[in-house]
């Protein structure tokens, strides 16, 4: 047993001065006192004699020792040390992400990771000298913060971890385990203990470090079915309505009959009655009529562990026409393609670009190197513009295709097999741009975005190749032209990650000039916020989107709304993880936490106050 505050044994010079009053002889005063049986037995044997008399055996002087010595040592405050938190400094890291609402835990994943963590504060050594321990608090949620730098005063860390809230973002420790890392490199004795449930724990960037971590594991069951992602397009069917995909995930061991439900602007639209077997994902597709812009919100009716990710909603603008230009020789295949690539494309053809200012939406230059290049969005048909690539541009005769990134968006629903190439452009893959088709000596199709501009680059001419011919041709130029319209892309930053920052280009909204003005945004349940901006800005960032929801936005005169979604497979899947890979040097073990200096200073107290209480029992029970 050791002692967190030995300087308290001073008290202990107490227990002689006790002593010597019970040597001292009372004078002759008479004082009115509450009567005991034990102060009654006292007075009677006093005498006046003498200053000094000899010490008897007396009940009450053992009871006033014994309190003092109880009261003595519950203010040196005893402890036995555990094996937990044992550093002269704990960086500690509390988990906030949506999975850490879990209700399998009471009353929360989180609630739980907090009471646990305040253990270490209760057993963290303070005073002076090389025992001394230090705490850094530090939550990780949307963002990492450091709630409470390194200090010894328990109330600061305990006012730091009661302030910590969950949020509806995905697990994002990676940046607040750097800072930890950074803080206990090269320092004896330093640890870091992460609470979490493991959930997208990502640690393989730590392989190489000497990451000196205590997993401390919460959650107890995967009870949990979740709206994984949302998406809204045109009904291929019918121009005039609007098709929601959707997807419920269920990651438990029973199958889950629900219901789902689709309301747009609060609206309820549609109901389906849904099943999803044990760790499958059920699409369910909905159609319905847009008359405005509006936010299409799924629900899934449901009670499991975590109803944080049963909800999402989706910001849906009215189609607007998409102005394409065709610059070719006279491609067939190409022109109907993308003319029949939505029902809002208005497919213009040229043998040439001249016109910088010219306003298309998107340019497709097929085989043409044009005379002035686009400054918008363009779709590159073996033609290839010298400041988009480094080290120069070779020849390929008959590339193989022997890969292709499927998981990308222009590639959804397309393959390449059985496609054959006669010739292709060679480049190196530049770094704004990612390989969408590879062959094993150069890529064959790119796509990225290049100083705001969208670029999709083939490598071949198509027209020399088997590709026109299969089925998923014209899927992919559907895919191209959506990806390249602006309005989609400008769609697609009205729905964000909970977490992420939403940026919007303040161009679209405010004429040049406009000077200085503010922008106002009432996150989901408010209040509203004000954000001044710059005369000079050019965007406007907001970071503040932790909680899933509708933010709406009032910039001028212009009323805009954005939602915030969870939509994340692996924060839905609840199963505690048992440990965290560590890439190949192996993995973090959970550990159950053992209370580190287990103080017993309450336990004196109480023994303090049962002697009190047992010679008030006896007094009432001599005297009844």
Do not use: C
């Not at 005063?153 to 697990?171: C, G, I, M, N, Q």
């Not at 919100?297 to 189609?319: C, G, I, Q, W, Y």
């Not at 208005?346 to 097929?366: I, P």
């Not at 008959?398 to 590639?411: K, M």
Request: proline share 6%; no cysteine.
């Amino acid at each position: 047993m050791s002692f967190l505050t030995p300087l308290a044994f001073l008290f202990a010079l107490s227990l002689p001065a006790v002593v010597v009053f019970y040597l001292l002889k009372r004078k002759r005063v008479v004082k009115l006192v509450p009567s005991t049986l034990l102060w009654q037995k006292f007075l009677a044997e006093t005498q006046a004699s003498a200053p000094f008399q000899k010490l008897r055996h007396n009940w009450l002087l053992l009871l006033q020792l014994l309190l003092l010595l109880l009261l003595v040592l519950a203010l040196a405050r005893p402890y036995f040390a555990g094996k937990a938190g044992e550093g002269a400094l704990q960086v500690v890291i509390l988990d906030a992400s949506a999975s850490m609402q879990a209700t399998d835990e009471t009353p929360s994943r989180f609630d739980k990771a907090r009471a646990e963590a305040l253990k270490l504060v209760d057993g963290l050594k303070t005073g002076f000298g090389n025992d001394s321990q230090q705490m850094l608090v530090m939550v990780a949620g949307a963002n990492a913060e450091v709630k409470q730098s390194a200090t010894s005063e328990k109330a600061a860390l305990r006012r730091a971890f009661e302030s910590a809230k969950v949020t509806d973002s995905p697990t994002r420790l990676a940046e607040a385990l750097r800072v930890a890392e950074t803080l206990t490199r090269d320092r004896a004795g330093a640890e870091i203990h992460l609470f979490s449930d493991g959930a997208g724990v990502d640690l393989s960037e730590f392989e190489s470090k000497d990451l000196k971590l205590s997993f401390h594991r919460v959650g107890s069951r995967g009870n949990n079915a979740a709206v994984t992602t949302l998406d809204v397009k045109p009904n291929p069917e019918d121009p005039t309505r609007r098709a929601i995909f959707t997807s419920v995930a269920n990651y438990g061991l029973t199958p889950v009959d629900a219901t789902l439900e689709l309301r747009f602007d609060d609206q309820l639209v549609e109901t389906k009655a849904i099943t999803v077997g044990p760790t499958n994902t059920t699409p369910v597709v909905f159609v319905a009529g847009q008359p405005q812009d509006g936010v299409f919100t799924v629900k899934l009716n449901h009670a499991d562990d975590l109803a944080a990710d049963n909800e999402a909603r989706v910001v849906s603008r009215l189609p607007l026409p998409v102005r394409v230009l065709l610059v070719t020789k006279g491609n067939r295949f190409l022109e109907k393609a993308l003319a029949a690539a939505g029902p809002n494309v208005e497919l213009a053809t040229a043998t040439d670009f001249t016109d910088a200012d010219a306003k298309f939406d998107l340019v497709a230059l097929d085989d043409i190197t044009p005379t002035v290049w686009p400054g918008g969005n363009v779709l590159a048909i073996h033609v290839a513009h010298t400041n988009w690539f480094e080290g120069g541009i070779g020849s390929l005769d008959g590339p193989a295709i022997v890969d292709w990134r499927n998981t990308h968006p222009l590639l959804r629903f397309v393959t390449f097999d059985n496609v054959q190439i006669a010739q292709s452009l060679a480049v190196k893959t530049p770094t704004w741009a990612v390989a969408l088709v590879d062959s094993p000596q150069a890529p064959l199709v790119l796509a990225g975005e290049l100083g705001r501009q969208r670029i999709v680059w083939i490598g071949f001419d198509t027209l020399q190749s088997t590709w026109p011919l299969r089925i998923s041709y014209p899927i992919f130029l559907a895919n191209v032209v959506d990806w390249l319209n602006p309005a989609s892309a400008a769609a697609a930053q009205f729905s964000i990650r909970a977490g992420d920052a939403f940026r919007m280009p303040l161009g679209d909204y405010l004429a040049p000039g406009a000077g200085a003005l503010t922008a106002k945004i009432t996150p989901p349940g408010g209040p509203e916020r004000t954000i001044p901006l710059d005369a000079t800005a050019r965007e406007l960032v907001f970071g503040d989107t932790g909680k899933q929801g509708v933010y709406r936005v009032t910039l001028g005169t212009n009323q805009l709304a954005f939602a915030a979604n969870l939509l994340d497979p692996v924060e839905s899947n609840l199963k505690p993880r048992d440990e965290l890979s560590l890439g190949r040097r192996g993995e973090v073990t959970a550990t159950a936490l053992k209370r580190a200096n287990l103080e017993y200073w309450r336990w004196f107290a109480l023994a303090g106050l049962a002697v009190m209480m047992a010679e008030w029992w006896w007094f009432h029970r001599r005297t009844a």
